[in-house]
């Protein structure tokens, strides 16, 4: 699987989400994603699952150093000891000793942004997490996280997918040599709803969902994170590492509808493009 190596991190391209994945399912999901080949698993503190998603890679066998595991610190933690005491809960849930990828969950409204980011940059100064990031960040606060704190910012996990137009948040992230995880990828498959997106898969003989994961991981430093809890849905997400779209692909997903928003989140965002 192509890898992004960007600021020290080398994160697979595509990985598996587990949010509103809990219990039996959410361990035999990642039990059987992993058995599938995938090497990137996406969870947060907030997800309530980091046992079980813990429970699957012991289970599953494979050496920790194959492994790119990201989980997130939510909103209600981000004082130093908070942001802590919330590290070392998740890396005991996971059965870890260092994170690959540890995110700030949400922006804060109001927040001191140098003194959160001097927090998640000590956790990997400590050694807690190989690479720090953000979530849900859009162009004014990436810019203010990259360009006036100067944190090792290598990662923003963003909705992102071919109904919502963030390419100007992604165009800049690119330029500061962040890379891009694109939650809700297929937009709660919403893009089967459309002729245009159904006609591609048609022609490639591929689902819409892989049109869609496609069109995003051809993308230079973006990476996608589906969630499934299906194996044969997980099979399929991985298919489309293979599909190459052409440039009248292009020019028809260019045309659909780019404002479809569907994560509300934990505070309201004026985010960059059309919401």
Avoid at 110 to 124: E, F, H
Avoid at 178 to 187: F, G, H, K, Q
Avoid at 244 to 253: Q, S
Wanted: aromatic content about 6%.
């Amino acid at each position: 699987m192509e890898v992004i190596a960007t600021r020290g991190m080398r994160m697979p391209k595509l990985g598996l989400g587990t949010w509103r994945s809990w219990g039996d399912e959410c361990r035999r999901a990642v039990e059987s994603g992993l058995a599938l080949g995938y090497r990137h698993i996406d969870t947060a503190a907030m997800y309530e699952n980091e046992d079980q998603v813990g429970a699957a890679i012991a289970a599953s066998g494979v050496p920790r150093g194959e492994l790119f595991l990201t989980t997130k610190v939510w909103h209600d933690q981000l004082a130093p000891e908070a942001m802590r005491r919330s590290i070392e809960h998740s890396l005991r849930q996971l059965r870890t000793d260092y994170l690959d990828l540890y995110l700030l969950h949400w922006p804060v409204p109001g927040m001191d942004m140098g003194a959160v980011l001097g927090s998640l940059t000590r956790l990997k100064e400590a050694g807690l997490t190989r690479s720090i990031g953000v979530s849900n960040f859009t162009i004014a606060l990436l810019r203010e996280a990259v360009e006036v704190v100067q944190a090792p910012i290598a990662c923003n996990q963003i909705e992102y997918h071919v109904l919502l137009d963030e390419s100007k948040l992604v165009a800049y992230a690119r330029s500061q040599g962040v890379a891009t995880a694109a939650y809700r990828p297929v937009a709660k498959n919403l893009v089967a709803e459309f002729p245009s997106v159904a006609a591609i898969a048609r022609k490639h003989e591929a689902t819409p969902a892989q049109v869609a994961l496609a069109w995003l991981l051809e993308q230079d430093l973006v990476a996608a994170i589906p969630k499934s809890t299906h194996p044969e849905r997980q099979r399929e997400n991985l298919a489309a590492l293979q599909l190459r779209l052409d440039d009248e692909d292009r020019a028809a997903i260019a045309r659909l509808p780019k404002n479809r928003r569907l994560a509300s989140g934990a505070f309201p965002l004026k985010w960059d493009s059309p919401a």
